[in-house]
């Protein structure tokens, strides 16, 4: 299928620094320049930002992961959604592939922010006008935007890698029973049972998986284990405890971040049963911090095509992480 060209000149495409490869593909897979952002620092460590070309009347979209190191990089894109909007930008569109802060999502204990809808609303106030984000923490973060926001999937990423793989006798299984929808609409793609974990979080690295819901584990060599995102490891490690415990052989991890803060590659690595970690780009891992076992997929594509789903005022509605 012939696709629309982007109209020459109305559109301005940035990077911030926190995922310049992503930021590539989106671009070439659209076919329009990355334009150059100027980023450096004052002496007492302020940031200072320039755009490298005129937004004027422009659509503008700017790429940035919240990864680490998370406050910086927002800090960037707060600031070059300022910049476009006093240089006269028709349309400022955030492009966060990863949103850490969504896992601050509800007020469980005393005295704390709900720091996903601060951050949406800073990102209001600073001017951006859309944003695009893929796979949130959990569904009610998308509710805390105040300007329209496009949650992407990227469970057809994994469906196309998978397919090509055997996947007999096996069976998704989410880490918790926030996921467990998703999970769900996952397993359907791909015709397998699926079940979740019954976790109990004690710390940011410490977590209880008492038992599973849904599907038995028990007679299923292979299992699926899916994720919207890992950093330490710590339920992924407990959750594959408890399958292997059950008999099963070969467990695939999925997750689409991949945060693997404090050594959290290695810790999942180092499981003999766990023969593939596979997730993709929304943040960037550098080589030096690749591993034999891990497989990273672009969602580059993905996002290209909201993108020119949006530019042509066209429906996304097959792209969002709720669809079937």
Do not use: W
């Amino acid at each position: 299928m012939t696709q629309t060209p982007i109209p020459a000149g109305k559109v301005r495409f940035f990077s911030g620094s926190s995922n310049v490869p992503l930021a590539t593909k989106i671009a070439t897979h659209l076919g329009v320049p990355l334009e150059t952002t100027h980023i450096t620092r004052f002496s007492n460590d302020n940031l200072y930002i320039q755009l490298g070309a005129s937004v004027r009347y422009r659509r503008v979209y700017i790429v940035q992961s919240l990864s680490q190191p998370v406050n910086d990089h927002l800090m960037e894109l707060l600031m070059m959604i300022d910049i476009a909007r006093g240089a006269a930008a028709s349309e400022i569109h955030a492009i966060i592939p990863y949103y850490s802060f969504g896992r601050s999502d509800k007020k469980d204990a005393p005295r704390i922010s709900i720091t996903a809808r601060l951050v949406a609303d800073l990102l209001k106030t600073a001017g951006a006008t859309h944003v695009m984000s893929m796979m949130f923490h959990s569904p009610q973060v998308h509710g805390f935007f105040g300007v329209p926001t496009d949650p992407l999937s990227s469970r057809m990423v994994f469906k196309d890698y998978l397919s090509n793989l055997d996947l007999s006798g096996a069976i998704i299984v989410a880490p918790d029973m926030g996921q467990a929808k998703s999970a769900a609409r996952f397993a359907k793609t791909l015709g397998l049972p699926v079940a979740a974990g019954n976790k109990e979080r004690i710390s940011d690295t410490e977590v209880i998986i008492s038992g599973v819901v849904g599907s038995q584990v028990k007679g299923h060599k292979r299992a699926l284990i899916y994720d919207d995102e890992i950093a330490t490891g710590g339920s992924i490690l407990e959750l594959s405890r408890m399958l292997i415990e059950e008999g099963v052989e070969d467990i695939k991890v999925l997750c689409t971040h991949g945060v693997f803060s404090r050594n959290g590659l290695e810790r999942l690595a180092v499981v003999p049963e766990i023969t593939e970690i596979i997730t993709t780009d929304t943040v960037q891992i550098l080589p030096e911090k690749t591993h034999p076992k891990l497989t990273v997929l672009s969602v580059g594509h993905v996002f290209a095509n909201a993108i020119r789903h949006n530019i042509n005022r066209e429906s996304l509605s097959d792209l969002f992480v709720f669809g079937e």
